[in-house]
């Protein structure tokens, strides 16, 4: 088992739960309209779905990988491509940040959760994302290949879980901040390109 594949598989997904993204804002501004009680309902319904797609990847990629390592390698090459165009997308982007709450109906504890896990469900950029990111991240020569990507995805669950709580705790000082710190959104865009990039060289060596 090589725990230093595992440890950069941390890091990269902490880099990307900390950059701006629709889920992460859409946390945020819970929070910060309704409370954090509210945020956190999303937040565990959103890191709810993500439990489908691991399961989707767990099973589909590795029965790839157990029947060919060519297609294994094709999928790698999509997966670092896909990211390399992330990048050039967040690239393209102004990188500002707007924060208001106005547009943020107000919905109950079990709906903001019911909608989280929705939204993550049905989202079909999320699989291709997990398809991207996670077989390139496999740590074990004996381990199987299922229960790799079900590390790997509760791996990502847990640290995205973590990130995306302390968001909706401190709702009120991060919107402070990103109002008041206009380079925010410059250094949080270049940190997306990086840690894109950074992942999709990881994939492919």
Not at 47 to 52: A, N
Not at 60 to 75: D, H, R, W
Not at 150 to 169: P, T
């Amino acid at each position: 088992m090589e725990f230093d594949i595992l440890i950069s598989f941390i890091l990269a997904t902490a880099a990307l739960a900390i950059s701006p993204g629709p889920d992460n804002i859409y946390v945020l501004m819970q929070s910060v309209t309704h409370g954090k009680k509210y945020g956190l309902a999303t937040v565990f319904g959103l890191i709810s779905g993500c439990i489908i797609h691991t399961s989707l990847l767990a099973f589909g990629v590795s029965a790839v990988i157990k029947n060919s390592e060519t297609l294994y390698f094709i999928i790698k090459l999509f997966g670092a491509g896909y990211l390399l165009f992330l990048a050039y997308q967040v690239f393209k982007s102004s990188g500002s940040l707007t924060v208001t709450g106005t547009a943020v109906p107000k919905k109950s504890v079990a709906q903001l959760f019911k909608q989280g896990f929705i939204m993550n469900v049905l989202n079909p950029k999320v699989s291709m994302f997990f398809l991207a990111f996670f077989p390139g991240f496999l740590f074990s020569n004996t381990l199987n290949n299922v229960w790799q990507f079900y590390v790997l995805g509760f791996i990502f669950m847990a640290v995205s879980l973590v990130i995306f709580s302390a968001i909706a705790i401190l709702a009120g000082f991060i919107s402070n901040y990103l109002t008041t710190n206009n380079k925010i959104g410059w250094y949080l865009k270049w940190l997306q390109i990086f840690v894109f990039i950074g992942i999709a060289i990881i994939i492919m060596l």
